[in-house]
Protein backbone atom coordinates (compact mmCIF):
# COMPACT_ATOMS: atom_id res chain seq x y z
CA UNK A 1 0.00 0.00 0.00
CA UNK A 2 2.80 2.45 0.79
CA UNK A 3 4.31 1.74 -2.60
CA UNK A 4 1.24 2.62 -4.06
CA UNK A 5 0.32 5.56 -2.96
CA UNK A 6 4.01 6.72 -3.30
CA UNK A 7 4.42 5.51 -6.95
CA UNK A 8 0.32 6.75 -7.86
CA UNK A 9 0.36 9.89 -5.47
CA UNK A 10 -1.41 12.21 -8.35
CA UNK A 11 -3.56 9.37 -8.86
CA UNK A 12 -4.94 9.61 -5.38
CA UNK A 13 -5.30 13.17 -5.08
CA UNK A 14 -7.72 13.23 -8.79
CA UNK A 15 -9.70 10.36 -6.92
CA UNK A 16 -9.80 12.32 -3.37
CA UNK A 17 -11.08 14.80 -5.12
CA UNK A 18 -13.51 13.45 -7.64
CA UNK A 19 -14.94 12.11 -4.23
CA UNK A 20 -15.29 15.27 -2.64
CA UNK A 21 -16.63 16.90 -5.53
CA UNK A 22 -19.04 14.05 -6.47
CA UNK A 23 -20.40 14.27 -2.71
CA UNK A 24 -20.58 18.28 -3.07
CA UNK A 25 -23.04 17.96 -5.91
CA UNK A 26 -25.01 15.15 -4.32
CA UNK A 27 -25.77 16.80 -1.26
CA UNK A 28 -26.27 20.25 -3.30
CA UNK A 29 -28.92 18.44 -5.30
CA UNK A 30 -31.09 17.15 -2.45
CA UNK A 31 -30.77 20.79 -0.45
CA UNK A 32 -31.97 22.81 -3.16
CA UNK A 33 -34.55 20.64 -4.29
CA UNK A 34 -37.37 22.89 -4.49
CA UNK A 35 -40.26 20.30 -4.05
CA UNK A 36 -41.29 18.41 -0.70
CA UNK A 37 -42.86 15.26 -0.42
CA UNK A 38 -45.30 14.58 1.83
CA UNK A 39 -47.27 11.48 2.51
CA UNK A 40 -51.19 12.14 3.09
CA UNK A 41 -53.34 9.16 5.34
CA UNK A 42 -56.82 9.12 4.01
CA UNK A 43 -58.50 8.90 7.35
CA UNK A 44 -62.70 8.43 7.56
CA UNK A 45 -64.56 10.42 10.24
CA UNK A 46 -67.60 8.89 11.99
CA UNK A 47 -70.16 11.32 12.74
CA UNK A 48 -73.08 10.74 14.15
CA UNK A 49 -75.69 12.63 16.01
CA UNK A 50 -78.08 11.80 18.75
CA UNK A 51 -81.32 13.31 18.94
CA UNK A 52 -82.78 13.48 22.52
CA UNK A 53 -86.79 12.87 22.05
CA UNK A 54 -89.45 13.69 24.31
CA UNK A 55 -91.39 10.98 25.92
CA UNK A 56 -95.29 11.13 26.15
CA UNK A 57 -95.45 12.52 29.50
CA UNK A 58 -98.38 10.74 30.11
CA UNK A 59 -100.83 13.73 29.44
CA UNK A 60 -104.15 13.88 28.02
CA UNK A 61 -106.54 17.18 26.83
CA UNK A 62 -110.05 16.42 26.69
CA UNK A 63 -112.84 19.19 26.33
CA UNK A 64 -115.39 19.20 28.82
CA UNK A 65 -118.75 19.72 28.00
CA UNK A 66 -119.02 23.15 28.96
CA UNK A 67 -118.77 25.42 25.81
CA UNK A 68 -120.99 27.66 23.86
CA UNK A 69 -121.31 31.20 23.42
CA UNK A 70 -122.31 34.38 21.04
CA UNK A 71 -121.21 35.86 17.90
CA UNK A 72 -119.16 38.15 19.72
CA UNK A 73 -117.10 35.23 21.44
CA UNK A 74 -117.45 31.05 21.52
CA UNK A 75 -115.09 29.41 24.46
CA UNK A 76 -115.01 25.91 25.60
CA UNK A 77 -112.99 24.61 28.61
CA UNK A 78 -109.82 22.09 28.19
CA UNK A 79 -108.59 19.95 30.40
CA UNK A 80 -105.24 17.88 31.47
CA UNK A 81 -107.56 14.23 32.45
CA UNK A 82 -104.01 12.21 32.03
CA UNK A 83 -101.81 10.72 34.67
CA UNK A 84 -99.17 12.98 34.08
CA UNK A 85 -98.72 16.97 34.12
CA UNK A 86 -97.94 17.79 30.96
CA UNK A 87 -94.24 18.76 30.27
CA UNK A 88 -94.87 21.07 27.20
CA UNK A 89 -97.05 23.35 26.14
CA UNK A 90 -99.37 23.07 23.61
CA UNK A 91 -101.72 25.18 20.74
CA UNK A 92 -104.95 25.21 19.37
CA UNK A 93 -106.74 25.72 16.39
CA UNK A 94 -110.31 27.23 15.35
CA UNK A 95 -111.93 25.79 12.27
CA UNK A 96 -115.20 26.97 10.58
CA UNK A 97 -117.70 25.79 8.34
CA UNK A 98 -121.12 27.83 7.19
CA UNK A 99 -122.97 24.93 6.93
CA UNK A 100 -121.98 21.45 9.24
CA UNK A 101 -119.48 19.92 11.46
CA UNK A 102 -116.20 21.51 10.19
CA UNK A 103 -113.82 18.13 11.86
CA UNK A 104 -114.92 15.60 12.31
CA UNK A 105 -113.20 11.95 13.30
CA UNK A 106 -112.95 11.06 9.90
CA UNK A 107 -110.89 14.20 8.95
CA UNK A 108 -111.13 17.82 8.19
CA UNK A 109 -113.64 19.13 5.96
CA UNK A 110 -113.85 22.66 7.08
CA UNK A 111 -111.64 26.24 6.92
CA UNK A 112 -109.30 27.10 9.79
CA UNK A 113 -109.89 30.47 11.27
CA UNK A 114 -107.33 30.88 13.95
CA UNK A 115 -104.33 28.73 14.99
CA UNK A 116 -102.44 31.10 17.37
CA UNK A 117 -103.72 29.49 20.37
CA UNK A 118 -101.22 28.72 23.19
CA UNK A 119 -102.58 25.55 25.65
CA UNK A 120 -100.10 26.49 28.74
CA UNK A 121 -98.28 23.19 30.55
CA UNK A 122 -101.31 21.90 32.88
CA UNK A 123 -100.97 19.69 36.18
CA UNK A 124 -103.01 16.37 35.70
CA UNK A 125 -106.72 16.43 36.77
CA UNK A 126 -106.16 20.28 37.90
CA UNK A 127 -109.01 22.88 37.00
CA UNK A 128 -110.17 23.34 33.22
CA UNK A 129 -109.06 26.17 31.14
CA UNK A 130 -110.87 28.29 29.42
CA UNK A 131 -110.62 28.42 25.36
CA UNK A 132 -111.83 31.44 23.57
CA UNK A 133 -111.54 32.88 20.01
CA UNK A 134 -114.11 36.14 18.63
CA UNK A 135 -115.99 34.25 15.26
CA UNK A 136 -116.08 36.83 12.10
CA UNK A 137 -119.11 35.03 10.91
CA UNK A 138 -122.50 32.92 11.35
CA UNK A 139 -121.45 29.21 10.77
CA UNK A 140 -120.57 26.13 12.72
CA UNK A 141 -117.24 26.07 15.09
CA UNK A 142 -114.92 23.24 16.77
CA UNK A 143 -111.95 23.71 18.54
CA UNK A 144 -109.35 21.31 18.05
CA UNK A 145 -106.45 21.06 20.90
CA UNK A 146 -103.30 19.17 20.14
CA UNK A 147 -101.46 16.26 22.08
CA UNK A 148 -98.74 15.62 23.09
CA UNK A 149 -96.65 14.67 20.08
CA UNK A 150 -95.86 11.31 21.40
CA UNK A 151 -99.37 10.23 22.79
CA UNK A 152 -100.37 6.93 21.52
CA UNK A 153 -104.60 7.53 19.60
CA UNK A 154 -107.35 5.67 21.79
CA UNK A 155 -110.64 4.94 21.31
CA UNK A 156 -110.63 5.39 17.56
CA UNK A 157 -109.44 8.99 17.70
CA UNK A 158 -106.49 8.97 15.76
CA UNK A 159 -106.95 12.41 13.91
CA UNK A 160 -103.43 13.52 13.50
CA UNK A 161 -103.21 17.98 12.09
CA UNK A 162 -99.35 18.30 11.02
CA UNK A 163 -98.35 14.94 12.39
CA UNK A 164 -99.84 15.47 15.91
CA UNK A 165 -102.77 13.99 17.64
CA UNK A 166 -105.21 15.81 18.13
CA UNK A 167 -108.51 15.86 20.30
CA UNK A 168 -111.57 18.38 19.07
CA UNK A 169 -114.32 20.25 21.14
CA UNK A 170 -118.02 20.02 20.84
CA UNK A 171 -119.95 21.49 17.80
CA UNK A 172 -120.31 25.51 18.29
CA UNK A 173 -123.20 26.98 16.63
CA UNK A 174 -123.11 30.71 16.03
CA UNK A 175 -126.24 32.71 14.87
CA UNK A 176 -126.59 36.15 13.10
CA UNK A 177 -126.16 38.59 14.98
CA UNK A 178 -129.32 41.44 14.63
CA UNK A 179 -127.97 45.10 15.04
CA UNK A 180 -130.27 47.05 17.45
Not at 15 to 20: E, M, P, R, T
Not at 139 to 161: M, R, S, W, Y
Amino acid sequence: MRKFRKKHKNLLVIWNVGLIWYLLMFTATNFSSLSTNAIFIDQVKNESSFQAKTWWDKSSLTFINKYGGTCTEIFTYIKNVGDGDMALTSKYYVYYSPTGNPVNPDGINGELVFSQGVIPKMKSNGDPLKLTYAPQKPGFFKFVAFQHPDKPGENGNNLTIEGKPVTFSELIKVEKCSKP
